[in-house]
Nanobody
Framework: QVQLVESGGGLVQPGGSLRLSCAASGSIFSINAMAWYRQAPGKERELVAHISNSDNTNYGDSVKGRFTIFRDNAKRTVYLQMNSLRPEDMAVYYC???????????????WGQGIQVTVSS
């Protein structure tokens, strides 16, 4: 069994910062790409940031220059540093990982359960 567990969400004022963490655990052989997505009420889930297993990153246009994704492979954890938060960043944030559970096995997608980020004064 594989779990992706997010933490670090909560309430922050506009202009503030939060750091999200997502730790992968369970029967994992290797993790390829990891990412953060978000979904606001009434909107589709969108990519926030993506990081490859060679640390190449890309970001959604609305967060470029404000958010940073990075990972600690030894801890099997991906982070999302969010600065200069805006009310429109308010959403449920989901962690995502492509991973192999066994050597030579298929690369499969896994999702976290989601964590709420609220930006409000």
């Amino acid at each position: 069994q594989v779990q992706l567990v997010e933490s670090g969400g909560g309430l922050v004022q506009p202009g503030g910062s939060l750091r999200l963490s997502c730790a992968a655990s369970g029967s994992i052989f290797s993790i390829n790409a990891m990412a953060w997505y978000r979904q606001a009420p009434g909107k589709e889930r969108e990519l926030v940031a993506h990081i490859s297993n060679s640390d190449n990153t890309n970001y959604g246009d609305s967060v470029k220059g404000r958010f940073t994704i990075f990972r600690d492979n030894a801890k099997r954890t991906v982070y999302l540093q969010m600065n200069s938060l805006r009310p429109e960043d308010m959403a449920v944030y989901y962690c995502y990982a492509d991973l192999r559970r066994v050597f030579g096995g298929a690369v499969l997608p896994y999702w976290g359960q989601g964590i709420q980020v609220t930006v409000s004064s």
